[in-house]
Each structure stands twice: as structure tokens, then as C-alpha cells.
């Protein structure tokens, strides 16, 4: 898998391959010997050339943070291959919208109305999926043009959760 990451501003390129349940990575071009243990939710303990290091998630509504010990980074994190990162170029098309489900879950939370108001990147609704919630984010600015999918609602991969105008 590789992987476009951008920590505090400055841009990686992540080649990450699990064989025989080692994984081999390579960051910008540069393999890195890396031992890779999820010690707890959202904790990650690693082990780079010799030297540990644990890694702690922070996610806010609309970004992530990763500690590395006391020090505090923003992080992006980009997958070049998948279709959300694709049609990201896209999000200044005129006309409506549709916000798809991204894969099988539940809607938790429907966090704006029909015909408010929204910014690009504002969180529309709040799908769990995995018992992770993952905030369905508007691709461009404009109107919410229709809510289709309701709280409480079960939705399949590719399912159409709201349009934005």
C-alpha cells in the first residue's frame, strides 16, 4: 500500500508491504526497518532501527494529531489509489453532489439539516462502521440539498447519504 502523508506541512510518500507478517516500508524511496505493534486503542508502539518510539492517535472533528512522545503533529494521510482521494480534485464541480457511504454501517448522527449552509470539508452525518465513526465530510461548498439517509439507519458501501448543491 502506499500512502501520501503530510506532517505538519512537509510531504511523504509511504510504501508500506506486510510479507510473512513482517513489515517492510519504504519512506520516500528509503527502506526503514520498521516493527510495527498496536498496543491499544489508538496506540501504536514501534520499533525504528533499534530506537522505540510510542505513537498516540488524536483525532478532532476535522483533523488528526499523532503524539510522539510530548511532541504534538498535525498529520494528512492520503491513499493516491482510492477513489475518495481521486475525485478530491473534483470537489469544485458545479451541481449537486451525492455523498456516498463509504463502506457498511450505521448512521450514528445526522449533523446538519436539509438546506443549511455548508463549507467544504464540513461533516454532513457520522456513519459507524467497525466501531469506528467516520465523519461524511461535504465535498464543496453550498446547500444541503436533501438528507437521505436517516439516524439509526443501517447503509451498504456506495449507499447515497445526503446531496449537496
Do not use: F
Not at 475525485?87 to 448512521?107: Q, S, T
Amino acid at each position: 500500500m502506499t500512502y501520501d502523508i503530510i506532517v505538519d506541512g512537509k510531504n511523504y510518500r509511504l510504501e508500506v508491504q506486510a510479507l510473512d507478517g513482517v513489515c517492510q516500508c519504504r519512506l520516500d524511496g528509503k527502506e526503514v526497518p520498521i516493527d510495527a505493534v498496536l498496543t491499544g486503542r489508538d496506540v501504536l508502539s514501534l520499533l525504528i532501527d533499534g530506537k522505540s518510539y510510542e505513537i498516540k492517535r488524536e483525532r478532532g472533528i476535522n483533523d488528526l494529531h499523532l503524539w510522539v512522545g510530548s511532541a504534538r503533529y498535525e498529520v494528512e494521510v492520503h491513499d493516491p489509489r482510492s477513489l475518495r482521494s481521486r475525485k478530491a480534485g473534483a470537489a469544485d464541480e458545479k451541481g449537486p453532489r451525492k455523498l456516498l457511504a463509504p463502506m457498511p454501517g450505521k448512521v450514528v448522527r445526522v449533523l446538519l439539516s436539509e438546506k443549511a449552509e455548508v463549507e467544504a470539508g464540513q461533516g454532513i452525518l457520522v456513519v459507524e462502521a467497525m466501531k469506528m465513526q467516520n465523519e461524511i465530510k461535504s465535498p464543496k461548498k453550498g446547500t444541503v440539498q436533501r438528507i437521505v439517509a436517516t439516524e439509526g439507519a443501517n447503509v451498504n458501501a456506495g449507499d447515497v447519504l445526503a446531496i449537496v448543491e
